[in-house]
């Protein structure tokens, strides 16, 4: 029996909408349709690059689409609970960038919302369903790098937003934008996965870009069930960017590296656990996807809540306030 076919609409095609459209384009069980951003610019970017996919920049002209299954929203963080609302108020499943939000109590009324309505949810993190975060948990319940002691954070960017972002400038402000929030958001759902919820420990220690700029500094502590999490994230210099997430154990290391490689590390050494085609960006985008599709076949949930959104949110929104 041939499985269903999801029909998407997607919201907002900046570099990750129009990024998302690909990987569904290329996954046998998601068909974006119709694509909606207030610019006619990134509508015209979509028409030329993918004509198959409608673009508009008419709202209305989306909500007007009778055969949807699924609501994708990729717009600025403050916009995300409009969108999502006028979703469920379709009765689509909703699947939703991160983060959340950053309007904590909107984002209280979201989250029950969302459950209320008993429709498919999920949140975009890029660890759902990615081979590294799956092979990590299956390393860590083996005892390979036996009695987790915590976990260190190491961000570091020549430039903020990055070069692929440039044109999103909202990226570059306190309001909404930020590599806390677009970064460290994604390790903060990684470490409530693979080590307990965080939480913050005391002050951090951060410098914001002057005239409501955001941070080129983050210094933080967070606090888990399975020790301490030190997170650490500067902008500037003219460098290769940098993204390290390591897992410290008695026994080793694991070590989450340029996003999508996991190295086992010892004094001896370190050496990738995965083969090179799961190490590629590709194989986490098809694992998500992957999960995604399943979860909507089975009703079981496989990517992150709109709940667990909201408690990374919350420790993201102290860290920046």
Not at 127 to 151: M, T, V
Not at 166 to 191: C, M, N, P
Not at 272 to 289: F, T
């Amino acid at each position: 029996m041939a499985k269903m076919t999801y029909r998407v609409a997607v919201v907002g095609l900046g570099a990750v909408g129009t990024r998302m459209i690909d990987n569904m384009q290329a996954h046998d069980r998601f068909e974006p349709v119709i694509g909606f951003d207030t610019s006619a610019a990134a509508c015209r970017t979509l028409t030329k690059k993918v004509p198959m996919v409608n673009s508009t920049s008419d709202f209305q002209e989306l909500l007007s689409k009778g055969d949807i299954d699924v609501l994708y929203v990729s717009t600025p963080p403050r916009s995300h609970a409009e969108y999502v609302r006028h979703g469920l108020a379709k009765g689509w499943k909703i699947f939703c960038e991160k983060p959340l939000g950053v309007d904590v109590e909107d984002s209280e009324r979201l989250a029950l919302e969302m459950n209320l309505s008993g429709l498919g949810q999920a949140v975009n993190f890029v660890y759902s369903g990615a081979p590294a975060a799956l092979r990590a948990k299956q390393l860590i319940d083996e005892g390979l790098i036996g009695d987790i002691s915590g976990a260190e954070i190491d961000v570091r960017f020549s430039s903020w937003p990055r070069a692929f972002q440039s044109d999103a400038q909202w990226l570059s402000k306190r309001a909404e934008g930020g590599f806390v929030r677009e970064i460290i958001s994604h390790y903060a759902y990684l470490t409530m996965v693979l080590l307990g919820t965080p939480n913050l420990n005391g002050q951090v220690l951060a410098h914001f870009d002057a005239q409501g700029g955001a941070e080129d500094v983050m210094l933080a502590v967070w606090n888990t069930g399975s020790g301490k999490v030190t997170v650490s994230g500067v902008v500037g210099g003219n460098r290769n960017d940098i993204i390290s997430y390591r897992i410290l154990g008695s026994k080793g290391c694991l070590r989450f590296d340029n996003w999508y490689n996991l190295l086992h590390e010892t004094k001896a050494g370190a050496e990738s656990v995965l083969d090179p085609k799961q190490q590629l960006p590709a194989a986490a985008y098809k694992g998500q996807l992957d999960h995604l599709a399943l979860q909507y076949d089975t009703k079981k949930q496989r990517l992150a809540t709109f709940d667990e959104a909201l408690t990374v949110q919350k420790l993201i929104e102290k860290m920046v306030a």
